[in-house]
């Protein structure tokens, strides 16, 4: 397994980096969480399943003179 050096860069922990788009004006970080262990408000059970993605852009630093923004699923 190699290192995530963004990942370390960037000081994010139990974040997963899985794609890096550039372009002329900025620098999307596709970035999402591990999924934790939470209750059900229905029936009260323990789960890891995610019921609905959302995509929140963050921006961040600029990096190389063009705007970086983390893209967190």
Known sequence: ??????????????????????????????????????ICPCCGNSTKRIHDYRMQKIKDLPFQLKNTYLVLR
């Open 1 to 38: 397994m190699q290192p995530n050096y963004i990942r370390l860069l960037l000081n994010l922990e139990d974040i997963k980096i899985f794609k890096i788009t550039h372009s002329d004006t900025c620098v999307n970080i596709f970035i999402e969480t591990t999924p934790k262990p939470h």
